[in-house]
């Protein structure tokens, strides 16, 4: 079963592999990015970030999808991590069972904050990942803005008005 899918550019780190894994109560983090599913050492950091009691795979995309729809997939109770609107996108529109679309840490990284809209302090887009998110609202998936699970859930879709 899928708990949640997560936008954060950073993938896996204090955030999602203890906290968001704990409160979920998942066994496995799946990462689905494509560039990262092709290079070991990234595997392997990101890897060594996941608690002892869950397991981590790091597919692309692709192989995300098919694993996801899989119906052994159902008995686990799993995480999925990607680092941008358009990943996020694609695993809506090609997996059923998506509950909801969590959103934190993304826009950051590039540090080219100029070009980007400030939705919140972790949150900053283009007009290109606001066309992917809109499309992902199309699906009637809830996209929640929240840090932890803690802090105050809001809905992107007003946010991004």
């Known amino acids: 079963m899928i708990t949640m ?3 954060d550019e950073r993938l896996i780190h204090g955030q999602v592999a203890f906290v968001w894994t704990k409160y979920l109560d998942v066994n496995r983090i799946i990462v689905a990015n494509d560039s990262v599913a ?3 050492i990234q595997k392997m950091s990101l890897k060594m970030a996941v608690p002892d009691t869950t397991k981590c795979s790091i597919l692309t995309i692709d192989e995300a999808i098919s694993v996801l729809n899989d119906p052994r997939a159902k ?3 799993i995480l999925i991590v990607v680092n941008n609107p358009r990943d996020a996108r694609k695993i809506v529109e090609k997996v059923k069972d998506v509950p909801y679309v969590n959103i934190s ?4 990284l590039s540090r080219d904050l100029s070009s980007k809209k400030k939705v ?3 949150i900053y887009v283009t007009d290109e990942d606001i066309e992917e998110f809109d499309k992902i609202f199309k699906y009637e998936k809830r996209v929640e803005y929240q840090v932890v699970p ?4 809001k809905s992107l879709d007003g946010l991004l008005k």
């Open 75 to 77: 008995s686990l109770r």
């Open 150 to 153: 803690t802090s105050p859930i």
């Open 5 to 7: 899918v997560r936008i």
């Open 38 to 40: 092709k290079n070991d």
């Open 105 to 108: 840490n993304y826009g950051l």
């Open 120 to 122: 919140t302090d972790t």
